[in-house]
C-alpha cells in the first residue's frame, strides 16, 4: 500500500505543508543506518538538526507549533523505518505536548532550549523510588530512574515524583551536580530506544523546576495558552508506533513471503498472499482507529472538553486494541516467514520483537482499560 492509498482509506487528512513535511522526514529516514540493533544515534541527530522536535513546540518559543495529528503521523512515519527511533521521538512529542499542562503554561525554559539546541527530554514515572527532602526553597533528590527512554542523550530528565507537599513533576537539567546516567546495555528488545538508568545522588532541584500535580478534571485550571489540556498526548503517540511497526513489517515481509511463496508453489503461494492479506487488514483496522481517535481528541480540545474524552473508558479501550490488532498483523507474518524470521539478520525480526516489547513499555494500559470499560459498563446496569 503506498502512503497516499492508506492516507486516503483510513485518514488522516493533512494539509498541504504537512505532507511536504512528512516527505522530508521520509527522504530524511532513508538516509540513515537503521539496520540491526545499532543505536541510531546518526538517525536522531538527523532528526534533530532538520528540526523535527521544534516542530510540537509553540510558536512564542520559537517552534512550528503543528498539531497532534502531524506529531502522529510523524511518529508512524518514524516506526515504518525504526520502531525503536519512534519510541524516543514519542516521549519527545508527548512531553512537548504535556508541557504547558505539566508547567501550568510556564515551560518557556524547555521550550525555548528544544526550539534553539534540539534538547530532548527523557521521562520517569519512578516517584516511588525516590528519596525527595528540603533544604530551604530546594528540592533534594535521590534514588534511581529505571527504563528512561532517551536518558543517555536528553538534555533534561523529568520524572514524578512525591513532593514533601504532595505529588508533582520535577525538571532536572543533565548538567546538575549529583546526576549520572549510564546506557542499559541488557534490554531485551526496543535496543534502539537509548535508553538508561539515571542515578540521582543529592540532586538540588531549584523551585521554578518543581511543578505541583494539577487537578485535569478541573477545567478551571486549564492554562490560557494550553493548546491541549491533560495527560493523554503520550497514550495516544504511543499507538503510532504499532501502526508504523506494522506497516514496515508488511513492506519488508512482503518480498521475503513472495519468494518463498515461489518456492511453495501456487498452493503455497496462495496461503502466503492470505496472510500478506489478512496483516494488511488488521493494520487498516488499527490505523482506522487511531486517527478517528485523533480527529475527535482534536476536535475537543477547541471545545476545551479533550482531557474529559480522554477519560472515558471507552476511548482508552479502543486505543489498546491498536496494539493487539498491530501484534496480530506482524505475527501472521512471522509465522509464514518461517523460523528465518527468527533471525536477527532477517528485518522482519526486528518489527516483531519490538512490537512485543512496546505492548510491555506501555505497561498495564491494555489490562486496565478493559476493566475499566466493563466497571462502567456493569454500572450503567446497576
Not at 503543528?66 to 525503536?84: C, L, M, N, Q, Y
Request: net charge negative; glycine share 10%; with cysteine.
Amino acid at each position: 500500500m503506498a502512503d497516499p492509498d492508506i492516507d486516503e482509506l483510513t485518514g488522516p487528512a493533512l494539509s498541504a505543508a504537512e505532507a511536504a513535511r512528512l516527505a522530508e522526514l521520509r527522504e530524511l529516514l532513508a538516509g540513515c543506518d537503521l539496520a540491526g540493533d545499532a543505536h541510531p544515534a546518526d538517525a536522531l541527530a538527523k532528526v534533530v538538526a532538520a528540526g523535527f522536535l521544534a516542530d510540537c513546540v509553540p510558536a512564542e518559543h520559537g517552534g512550528t507549533e503543528r498539531s497532534i495529528t502531524f506529531a502522529a503521523r510523524a511518529v508512524e512515519e518514524v516506526a515504518v523505518a525504526s520502531p525503536s527511533l519512534a519510541w524516543l521521538l514519542t516521549i519527545q512529542y508527548g512531553l512537548h505536548f504535556l508541557l504547558p499542562t505539566l508547567t501550568s503554561g510556564g515551560g518557556g525554559e524547555y521550550f525555548a532550549e528544544i526550539a534553539t539546541n534540539g534538547a530532548l527530554l527523557a521521562g520517569s514515572h519512578a516517584r516511588s523510588g525516590l528519596a525527595v527532602t528540603r533544604d530551604g526553597a530546594d528540592l533534594v533528590v535521590t534514588g534511581v530512574l529505571r527504563y528512561c527512554s532517551g536518558a543517555p542523550v536528553a538534555r533534561w530528565i523529568t520524572t514524578t515524583a512525591d513532593l514533601p507537599e504532595g505529588g508533582g513533576t520535577v525538571f532536572i537539567r543533565d548538567d546538575t551536580p549529583g546526576i549520572r546516567c549510564e546506557p542499559s546495555t541488557e534490554l531485551h528488545g526496543m535496543r534502539g530506544s537509548l535508553t538508561g538508568f539515571v542515578h540521582l545522588d543529592g540532586v538540588r532541584v531549584p523551585p521554578h523546576r518543581v511543578h505541583p500535580f494539577l487537578d485535569l478534571n478541573d477545567p478551571s485550571v486549564r492554562p490560557p495558552a494550553c493548546r491541549y489540556f491533560g495527560g493523554w498526548h503520550s497514550l495516544l503517540l504511543q499507538n503510532a508506533v504499532f501502526v508504523g511497526a506494522a506497516r514496515g513489517a508488511i513492506a519488508v515481509a512482503t518480498p521475503i513471503l513472495g519468494a518463498r511463496g515461489g518456492r511453495l508453489g501456487p498452493a503455497g503461494s496462495a496461503l502466503l498472499e492470505a496472510a500478506l492479506g489478512a496483516a494488511a487488514t488488521d493494520l487498516l483496522q488499527a490505523r482506522a482507529i487511531l486517527y478517528s481517535r485523533v480527529g475527535r481528541l482534536e476536535a475537543a480540545a477547541l471545545a476545551g472538553t479533550e482531557q474529559r474524552n480522554a477519560a472515558d473508558p471507552a476511548h482508552t479501550a479502543l486505543l489498546s486494541s491498536i496494539a493487539a490488532l498491530a501484534f496480530s498483523a506482524v505475527s501472521r507474518l512471522v509465522e509464514h516467514g518461517g523460523g528465518a524470521t527468527l533471525l536477527t539478520a532477517n528485518p522482519l525480526e526486528a518489527y516483531w520483537r519490538d512490537v512485543q516489547l512496546a505492548r510491555v513499555a506501555e505497561g498495564t494500559q491494555r489490562t486496565s482499560a478493559t476493566h475499566e470499560l466493563g466497571h462502567a459498563l456493569a454500572a450503567r446496569a446497576r
